[in-house]
């Protein structure tokens, strides 16, 4: 019991106290999220404004200000049907109701390609296969349900669309296409008996091949219906009831250009003249039928969706939503911020600044509010006078290195810059793009050697037959330079250095064709980058090519084309590479280059910034293979350059998916144990064996050996490693870094959930001893005993009460203070925090009480003043007695 | 006993709750006209179920239970991660019921997510009658999981160090205590100390010396001149 209470305590003590020491009231100094609801593609304006985004997101927005008041994030591709107070989703294989107020689930019930619709008297109508139910749309309770059956068609064919315009409240109307017949069958739905009465079956001109697309049907509130082929090209339109066979016509757009191709969102009844939203590359199309004629009555560049809304008159009308484009896209990069002296920005802003009147006006306000007399409009000029006059908010960089910008590039060729301090929108620049082009990363393209300098980057856009680099300046968002791009790239590899030009480093980068016999392209296309990549060309890059055999470690060849180095065929049948992971250290700034085990003996670290992890086994849901076995999971440490196994593990019973970071001279990669039925954390670290040990005196006596060591000829190695059981099903793995890489690194576990856990590498050492009671040497290192379990504490976690939906990327830099890192977390939000791995040893706390100590100076001062006088006359008086 | 069997038999493995079509195994025993006991047979049979692929696929149901005091209990997702390899997210209802629908025979996890709130990954084991077996796979000793599942959080995480009244003894303790108890011994007891040093180096000054030292009750005070000049 005393034991376990000692590991206990060094396990407490070597959690992090600096993510303790934050109160609720200063989460939002140092952390901030924007939450998005994704590329909106269907939405509904009625009493509650939802919207349906492309990524599967249902959102409920505060109409004044476009607020998120709630969020689900469902599949991608599912549909939205709204009625009164209730928001349907229909996912492929189920619908969800939910609350429109607050999101609450009202009901879930399994369908399989499911239409829903309202009918007037509040029922809900549910085509799933070939049934129709008709359904309480409060709690989801079958009132009555029928089987659809077509004459002469295949009862499994039958997949019914439903609709809310019938000819009274309580009866829907559902239209069918027939296959066989070629023709669209509308049915009558009775919804308090579930009766069905088939009213017309219309025929499609043979002169149109393409089906009719079930889901792409409008009856208008008269007797007419419309519906559009699958391919979206051409409008029919017939009487709702009757035979009559359907008038069809190819429709094209407002530029006269076909509609084929084009992407046909679904057709929303608006009243008497329901708008057709197509959806094209450029923006979004939209159509009006009128008298029996289709015609186009608007084009709005970077539409995205559209919406029925109702006026104040009731009236119909067909709202345009405008750029939905959600701040997750591909890329994203974090760089300095321009110089405060240049072009005196920062004076221009300092006068911009509030007044001495309005910071007293601002200061009264603050006052009233916080007795509780204040309105909302002085709140909100409260706040603004403080967001015009914090320091953190400021556009310039910083002496700590606290204020950057953070590009993110969108996946609709948008660059966005936000201020790193509370994620606000800094300037917006739209790519251009001619043809289909997909925007891939953002890149360093120019860094100045001075402050004064300007900052570069470049977009790279690539599509199959060419693509486009686009050249940014990062301080004011100009777009600088487009150059032309060749097509067929598998990717692009920077150069292992940059090129030094007189006043800034330019970055290289080399093309990775995917016909390896093609040149590779050097981007810029220049003769010092030409030449930069000829002189590397003896060198292997550490470009890393991925197949399925596994591992290629590629080198430029004389003849200008990218050829094999080396090869790691880890993969094969029934095994593949699950995760590739290369170290995150920078090579000017790796850590400490030794470490003192029990706190005298010294040992080297094995610093190789080409230290490669590659994972390979069975991903997940994979079975058994021929001969009946699952192969384990097998982890490989690499020397990039070339190709060496430096060491390996296997995991039996280890399952993808794999997670995995490298960072100075340790690994660590999150895998599934199907063996335990648990998440775990694998750790390894490398060191140099040998006669290069040292003793702590000889350091201090000798100083910091030269640590170079050649790639061909390594030392030879001590590994160590481990593995935890964890809690947490990690969907990326990051390090914190820092400026020097002398604070202890933590590493970043990002969860399937859309937290962010630190972990301290002490917790993770390989080297924890299974003891039950610590050794000194195990206390002067700060070393616990083994535990399989990691601790899982609340004060670890970056995102703290924050969650980012769909976490899928971890990108940590240094600032200029030794003591600090900074987290940008990104999936479909996007969430950026100031973390101190090490607690905040280098800078003054925020709560540092400034006036207390101005009072004690002057309190102290004045004492000695009227101590001195006090003295003096005392001496007098002694004098005089 | 020994019976001659002449028969088609069908296996129909039809799934209750999915569009599957049926499977239907057939197996023949025209060819096997002999001595087959009909315990060999049902043996046959039941191996021949256990083999073929069941494509039956049923209904996970359960509560999760949510504190009254969880400000986000709308937020609760819950996430079926399958033996196949994919994954399913639900929502519970607002009494904290929740279900997942098609889900086949095997071995998968199931888990709850909600910031601030920690819950048990439970095991679920799903066999091909739809039976379901339930264990905690991350405490000691798995415990079963009655079924159907109730899923109770076993911790809550507090993200936030909770503000702490003012004390006197932790402020004093500080450096700013420090300085106003040095401030104070400052002003206060040193200048006795000094008075004190004063005196006594005064005395021992007067011990000490052989030449009486210069007084200064020669030189009258303003008191005592005026006293004088009255006495006059």
């Known amino acids: 019991m005393r034991r376990a209470l000692i590991a206990l305590a060094i396990m407490l003590t070597l959690i992090n106290p600096s993510a303790h020491a934050l109160l609720e009231s200063q989460a939002s100094k140092y952390s901030w999220l924007l939450q998005n609801v994704g590329t909106v593609t269907d939405a509904d304006l009625g009493q509650h404004l939802i919207t349906l985004s492309e990524q599967g997101v249902l959102a409920s927005l505060s109409p004044g200000d476009g607020r998120l008041l709630w969020r689900k994030v469902l599949s991608p591709g599912a549909r939205l049907v709204s009625g009164p107070g209730v928001a349907v989703a229909i996912e492929p294989a189920r619908v969800l109701a939910f609350a429109a107020t607050n999101g609450a689930l009202l009901w879930e019930r399994p369908a399989v390609e499911a239409d829903v619709a309202f009918t007037a008297n509040g029922r809900l109508v549910l085509t799933a296969q070939d049934a129709v139910h008709v359904l309480a749309a409060s709690n989801g309770v079958v009132v009555a349900s029928s089987k659809v059956h077509v004459d002469g068609e295949e009862p499994s064919e039958a997949r019914p669309s439903v609709h809310s315009a019938g000819a009274d409240a309580a009866t829907a109307l559902l239209a069918i296409w027939a296959p066989i017949r070629r023709a669209l069958v509308v049915l009558q739905l009775d919804s308090s008996s579930g009766a069905l009465t088939q009213i017309a079956s219309h025929a499609l001109p043979a002169k149109v091949q393409v089906d009719l697309d079930p889901a792409a049907v409008a009856f208008l509130a008269g007797s007419r219906l419309l519906a559009v082929t699958a391919d979206g090209s051409t409008l029919c339109h017939a009487e709702t009831q009757g035979d009559a066979p359907l008038s069809c016509e190819a429709q094209r757009t407002a530029d006269a250009r076909p509609l084929s191709g084009f992407r046909l969102l679904k057709v929303r009844p608006c009243g008497a003249y329901p708008a057709l939203p197509v959806q094209t590359p450029d923006g979004l199309a939209l159509f009006a039928y009128q008298r029996g004629a289709l015609g186009a009555i608007a084009f709005v560049p970077g539409g995205v969706g559209a919406a029925c809304a109702l006026d104040a008159a009731g009236q119909a009308s067909a709202a345009v939503l405008v750029e939905g484009d959600p701040l997750s896209g591909p890329g994203a990069a974090r760089v300095d911020f321009l110089n405060p002296a240049d072009g005196g920005h920062e004076a221009a802003w300092l006068a911009a600044r509030p007044g001495t009147l309005q910071a007293l006006r601002a200061q009264l306000l603050l006052l009233k509010a916080q007795a509780g007399f204040g309105s909302a409009e002085e709140a909100a000029e409260v706040a603004a006078f403080q967001h015009a006059t914090d320091d953190r908010l400021r556009p310039f960089r910083d002496a700590d290195g606290f204020r950057k910008q953070i590009l993110v590039l969108t996946e609709h060729g948008k660059l966005v810059s936000l201020h790193s301090s509370d994620g606000h929108v800094l300037w917006t620049l739209t790519l251009p793009r001619s043809g289909a082009l997909t925007f891939r990363r953002v890149l360093m393209w120019r860094e100045p050697h001075t402050l004064h300098g300007e900052l570069e980057v470049v977009v790279l856009a690539e599509g199959a037959s060419g693509g486009a680099a686009c050249v940014v300046d990062a301080y004011s968002g100009r777009l600088a330079a487009t150059l032309p791009l060749p097509g067929g790239m598998r990717s692009w590899a920077p150069l292992p250095a940059p090129v030094a030009e007189a006043d800034a480093s330019s970055f290289v980068y080399l093309g990775v064709p995917l016909d390896p016999a093609a040149p590779a392209p050097v981007l810029p296309d220049t003769p010092a980058a030409h030449a930069a990549a000829a002189a590397a060309a003896a060198d292997t890059l550490g470009v890393l090519a991925r197949d399925a055999t596994g591992l290629r470690g590629l080198g430029l060849g004389k003849d200008g084309a990218l050829e094999a180095r080396w090869a790691a065929p880890l993969a094969g049948p029934g095994r593949e590479v699950l995760a590739v992971a290369r170290s995150a250290s920078r090579p000017n700034a790796p850590g400490p280059f030794a470490k003192a085990f029990g706190g005298v003996d010294v040992r080297y670290r094995y610093l190789n910034p080409s230290l490669t992890l590659v994972a390979t086994g069975a991903s997940a849901g994979t079975g058994p293979g021929a001969d009946g076995s699952v192969p384990p999971l097998t982890v490989h440490l690499l020397d990039g350059v070339t190709g060496r196994t430096l060491w390996s593990a296997s995991h039996e019973g280890g399952r993808g998916p794999v997670r995995a970071v490298v960072a100075d001279n340790w690994a660590a990669y999150h895998f599934w144990s199907a063996a335990a039925g648990r998440w775990q954390v694998g750790v390894v670290e490398l060191y140099e064996a040998g006669e290069r040990r040292v003793s702590v005196a000889q350091l201090a006596l000798a100083g910091p050996p030269n640590s170079t060591l050649p790639a061909r000829r390594p030392p030879a190695l001590e590994a160590y490693a481990a593995s935890y059981h964890t809690k947490l099903a990690a969907a990326a793995l990051g390090v914190t870094r820092t400026a020097h890489g002398t604070t202890a690194p933590q590493l970043l576990l990002g969860t399937t959930g859309g937290q962010v856990y630190m972990l301290d590498r002490r917790l993770l050492d390989p080297r924890r001893p299974v003891v039950d009671k610590p050794t000194p040497g195990m206390l002067a290192e700060g070393l616990a005993p083994y535990a399989s379990e990691l601790p899982l504490a609340g004060g670890a976690f970056a995102t703290r009460g924050a969650r980012v939906a769909r976490l899928a990327d971890l990108l940590a830099d240094p600032a200029t203070l030794e003591s600090s890192s900074l987290l940008l977390a990104r999936g479909l939000d996007l969430y950026g925090a100031r973390l101190a791995p090490s607690a905040t040893f280098d800078q003054v706390p925020d709560d540092f009480p400034y006036a207390l100590l101005v009072l004690i100076v002057l309190g102290m001062g004045s004492g000695a003043a009227a101590l001195r006088r006090l003295s003096a006359r005392r001496a007098v008086n002694r004098l005089w007695e | ?232």
């Open chain 2, 1 to 232: 006993l020994d019976t001659t069997f002449n028969c088609e038999i069908a296996v129909n493995l039809r799934s209750e709750k999915t569009d599957q079509r049926p499977i239907v195994s057939h197996l023949l025993c025209k060819g096997m006209a002999g001595r087959l006991r009909p315990s060999l047979l049902v043996a046959a049979l039941s191996l021949l179920v256990l083999l073929t692929p069941s494509t039956k696929a049923f209904d996970i149901e359960g509560r999760v239970i949510l504190p009254e005091t969880t400000p986000n209990a709308l937020d609760t997702e819950l996430v079926l991660s399958k033996e196949q390899g994919d994954e399913v997210r639900t929502f519970p209802l607002p009494d904290g019921r929740f279900a997942f629908h098609n889900v086949p025979a095997g071995k998968h996890y199931l888990e709850v997510e909600l910031v601030g709130l920690v819950y048990s990954t439970v095991e679920l084991t799903v066999g091909v009658a739809g039976d379901v077996n339930a264990l905690l796979s991350d405490v000691i000793n798995r415990p079963v999981v009655p079924y159907p599942l109730v899923l109770r959080p076993i911790g809550r995480l507090e993200f936030f160090q909770k503000p702490q009244p003012f004390n006197v003894m932790a402020f004093i303790k500080t450096p700013y205590g420090i300085m106003i108890i040095f401030g104070i011994f400052s002003l206060v007891v040193m200048p006795r100390l000094r008075a004190y040093s004063e005196e006594l180096n005064s005395e021992e000054t007067a011990e000490e010396s052989t030449v009486p030292p210069p007084t200064v009750t020669a030189v009258a005070s303003p008191r005592q001149l005026q006293q004088r000049r009255k006495d006059r």
